[in-house]
């Protein structure tokens, strides 16, 4: 079925061999660019970003000043800090990330249509027409670099790879940095992907890697040569054979999934590692679930508590109940799992929490089809409380009103950026 549709794009006048279907752009060193936009002191100065102030956390965006002085991404701060004397830190600013987000997207939309936000700093646009061509592709590249740099800001610079698949678009993005741009055609392939690593594509994190080795692939060479059915073999399913369409030049069929979980998570700085500090960050986690739940318009069946110990244990317990969005139900439940995992810990130190939703459904749907309980229902004076408390938060600052003691939690509690989904403002408020 992609195919065909790559097929009707691909009008014979727009053949010349290339097949660019794709336009990827990933933002260079986003975080730390962007603290370099605000601050024009700490320009052209090695800066990370760190997600907490503390010496034990690791960079989560290193800029290219930083890169070329041996400090990258995961880089641990005091690491960081001996190898460059004078480095400048800053902690995360999620917030202002996503609002740099939207004006780079609105920025592009100028140009062409975005098709697919794939992170916060990397989208992915479908080239049509005469666009499927290598110079006006090109040109189009230059034109959103140029319009970003201009209209957003001087120091947000972009690297843009254009290719067949979306996946080679994205390793053309990934060549060439900062403010690369750079095509690979259909009827060079495999060309300059010999060049790479293995593990330069995305899918192929260590352990496909390690697979990819054991089945004697080392290099780009030797996986470009596998079979679709080979490549199957080695991924374990369908990924494999998807995996061998697109690196050569075909996209496979997408599969959208739907929301299926609310997710907020937490590492712990030092100070809140001990358990009776921790178990009020698993409560802000809770209470933060519940606040988006009620802003989506969603309920939720379930939760599921994860720690991970400070001696590196992982432990988990979930539970289901009646549908519900009220904070004061989801946070019994988290209580009832917080004090199933504690008892496991092998001491009373806390470094990581994450809290899921499970079992989503949309606020409106009748809650008895699956036998949920009558008592269920949730309590209407809670309901009318906790949306007066969402309205105080979102109007004067999150934490303006908590649910029991109020935890410091450094800024941001689940607002972070995850590699797949960009928060939206209200939830910097939660
Ligand atoms: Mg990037």
């Not at 100028?110 to 646009?125: G, L, N, Q, R, W």
């Not at 740099?149 to 254009?162: H, K, P, Q």
């Not at 050569?248 to 959208?256: F, N, Q, V």
Request: with cysteine; charged share 25%.
């Amino acid at each position: 079925m992609a195919q065909n549709a790559d097929m009707k794009e691909l009008d014979p006048r727009w053949r010349d061999g290339g097949d660019l279907r794709w336009l990827y752009l990933d933002m260079n060193s986003y975080f730390a660019s962007c603290a370099q936009q605000d601050e024009p002191a700490i320009r052209n100065r090695p800066v990370i970003v760190v997600p907490v102030m503390s010496d034990y956390t690791c960079a989560i965006a290193a800029s290219k000043e930083a890169k070329a002085l041996g400090v990258k991404t995961g880089t641990q701060v005091k690491e960081a800090r001996e190898r460059i004397p004078g480095l400048v830190i800053r902690e995360a600013r999620p917030d202002r990330y996503v609002d740099l987000h939207n004006q780079i997207l609105a920025q592009i939309d100028h140009v062409i249509p975005v098709e697919k936000v794939c992170s916060i700093d990397e989208v992915a646009c479908r080239l049509m027409g005469p666009q499927q061509l290598e110079a006006p592709a090109r040109a189009l590249g230059h034109r959103i670099q140029r319009r970003i740099l201009e209209n957003v800001g001087e120091c947000l610079t972009a690297s843009i790879g254009i290719a067949p698949s979306r996946l080679l678009a994205k390793t053309a993005a990934d060549m060439k940095k900062p403010l690369g741009l750079t095509v690979l055609r259909q009827d060079e392939l495999p060309g300059a992907l010999l060049e790479l690593e293995i593990d330069e594509f995305a899918g192929i994190g260590r352990s496909m890697k390690a697979r990819l080795n054991a089945a004697g692939v080392e290099t780009v060479r030797q996986l470009w040569e596998l079979s679709p059915s080979r490549m199957r073999q080695i991924w374990r399913g369908i990924m494999g054979e998807n995996f061998w369409y697109a690196l050569h030049g075909t996209d496979p069929l997408e599969i959208e999934t739907h929301r299926a979980s609310i997710t907020h998570g937490h590492v712990l700085a030092q100070e809140l590692r001990p358990a009776e500090h921790a178990r009020g960050v698993a409560r802000r986690l809770t209470a933060k679930c519940g606040s988006r739940l009620r802003r989506m318009g969603y309920k939720c069946g379930g939760l599921h508590l994860y720690l991970r110990g400070a001696g590196g244990e992982r432990l988990e317990a979930a539970t289901r109940f009646a549908v519900t969005s009220d904070s004061f139900r989801m946070l019994e439940a988290s209580d009832d799992l917080w004090a199933q995992c504690a008892r496991r810990l092998k001491a009373p130190r806390v470094k990581q929490i994450v809290v899921t939703c499970l079992h989503l459904i949309e606020a409106g749907a009748k809650p008895d089809l699956f036998g949920w309980t009558p008592d269920g229902e949730e309590d209407g004076r809670h309901m009318s409380l906790l949306s007066a408390l969402d309205a105080l938060n979102q109007k004067f600052g999150k934490d303006a009103i908590t649910i029991g003691p109020r935890t410091k939690m450094h800024g941001f509690v689940g607002a972070k950026i995850a590699f797949n989904r960009i928060p939206e403002q209200p939830e910097f408020w939660e």
